[in-house]
């Protein structure tokens, strides 16, 4: 796979952590943040990879 695929790859799965954070947020705190630092590795991740 090429940079830019794998960098396009972790930024979907960012945003998909990034909305199962949000909608968790009533239900599960814990899970909720849980999530949300799981997408700033990813993001930190694919900025780190490109």
Known sequence: M???V???LLLAVAG???G???T???N???LSV???VCAVLAVV???TWW
Do not use: E, Y
């Open 34 to 36: 849980m999530l949300g």
């Open 24 to 26: 968790m947020w009533k």
């Open 45 to 47: 991740g694919a900025v």
């Open 2 to 4: 090429s940079n830019s």
């Open 28 to 30: 599960s705190r814990v």
């Open 6 to 8: 794998i960098v396009a």
């Open 16 to 18: 998909f952590l990034v």
């Open 20 to 22: 199962g954070a949000f």
